[in-house]
């Protein structure tokens, strides 16, 4: 089973920019639809964004569209979150996730937390206003 490492966040005030990185270990990435996901204290997890298996496929939750964009590198075995534009309301734990498709479903992406049986366990990012 692939093992998830989320790395990358910190403290940044608000207007700037975080790159947040999520390795794997124990399997090829490229196998895996991945997501990035966050939850903020006293709500509930949310969708960020997803990425299908070739990265030619990507979706985004509507709060962070146009300033998030999420990437993969299935030869570093590594998915990526570039945050751009951050606001106090992106302070959160945000974790990556990932499950195994086939290899027919290679176009296909998942908002929803339960088609993710893999996750990392999760790194702070908090934006100061």
């Known amino acids: 089973q692939v093992q998830l490492v989320e790395s990358g966040g910190g403290l940044v005030q608000a207007g700037g920019s975080l790159i947040l990185s999520c390795t794997a270990s124990g399997r090829t990435l490229s196998a895996y639809i991945m997501g990035w996901f966050r939850q903020a204290p006293g709500k509930e997890r949310e969708f960020v964004a997803a990425?299908?298996?070739?990265?030619?496929?990507?979706a985004y939750a509507d709060s962070v569209k146009g300033r998030f964009t999420i990437s993969r590198d299935n030869a570093k075995n590594t998915m990526y979150l570039q945050m751009n534009s951050l606001k106090p309301e992106d302070t959160a734990v945000y974790y990556c996730?990932?499950?195994?498709?086939?290899?027919?479903?290679?176009?296909?992406?998942?908002?929803?937390?339960?088609?993710?049986?893999?996750w990392g366990q999760g790194t702070q990012v908090t934006v100061s206003s």
């Open positions: 996730a990932a499950d195994y498709r086939p290899a027919y479903s290679t176009n296909y992406y998942s908002r929803g937390d339960g088609e993710y049986n893999r």
């Open positions: 990425i299908s298996r070739s990265g030619g496929n990507t």
